[in-house]
């Protein structure tokens, strides 16, 4: 029989392994006013989430939020200068699964975005044996590189991607000191 925290602890662990992954670094206290997200060099905009999604406050310089109705978590993150600007997006996308098991690539497409390309990805891995299903997107810009990502457990991943991929869809980057 299953802990009932089992699965708070496995998306808990899998969003904590994804920041990890990502090579995230919190520095100078970023800011989120409810539209724009500002990061150490980098900030970006994106649209009201939907109502069912509950903020969550994290250490390594995502934004971050709940969505319990699905069972799931949606992150954005940002960092500059730390991937090297000749990282084809495939090998960004490949690092964030490094620590996981048993992955399945089910998409995988580049697709026009914020004025540039990125790496749209679907997988299925698993984590300390516990599997999950990913929305991924990679996108390098300005030196920059944002990942957006939703993780849901493979029965509930359909009943939540499409208002994350709603929310995808505006996301764009704005400058970092910029007045939004």
């Known amino acids: 029989m299953r802990n009932a925290s089992s699965p708070r602890r496995a998306w808990t662990s899998c969003l904590g392994a994804a920041v990890l992954l990502a090579g995230l670094a919190a520095c100078?206290?970023?800011?989120?006013?409810g539209s724009v997200y500002r990061g150490e060099g980098y900030a970006f905009k994106v649209p009201k989430s939907p109502a069912s999604w509950q903020r969550l406050d994290v250490d390594k310089g995502a934004l971050a939020f709940r969505d319990e109705a699905n069972d799931a978590?949606?992150?954005v993150s940002g960092?500059?200068?730390v991937d090297g600007e000749d990282v084809p997006l495939r090998s960004l996308t490949q690092h964030l699964f490094l620590q996981f098991t048993e992955r399945e690539i089910l998409t995988e497409e580049v697709v026009p975005f914020d004025g540039r390309e990125a790496m749209h990805t679907v997988v299925v891995a698993k984590?300390?044996?516990?599997?999950?299903?990913?929305?991924?997107w990679i996108l390098k810009k300005d030196g920059c590189v944002y990942d957006l990502y939703y993780?849901?457990?493979?029965?509930r991943?359909?009943?939540?991607?499409?208002?994350?991929?709603?929310?995808?869809?505006?996301?764009t980057t704005v400058p970092r000191n910029a007045d939004d």
């Open 157 to 171: 991943f359909e009943a939540g991607v499409g208002a994350f991929r709603d929310f995808v869809k505006g996301f």
């Open 127 to 136: 984590l300390d044996g516990v599997p999950n299903q990913f929305d991924v």
């Open 28 to 33: 100078g206290g970023p800011t989120f006013d």
């Open 73 to 75: 978590t949606i992150a």
């Open 79 to 81: 960092r500059c200068k």
């Open 151 to 155: 993780i849901a457990p493979p029965a």
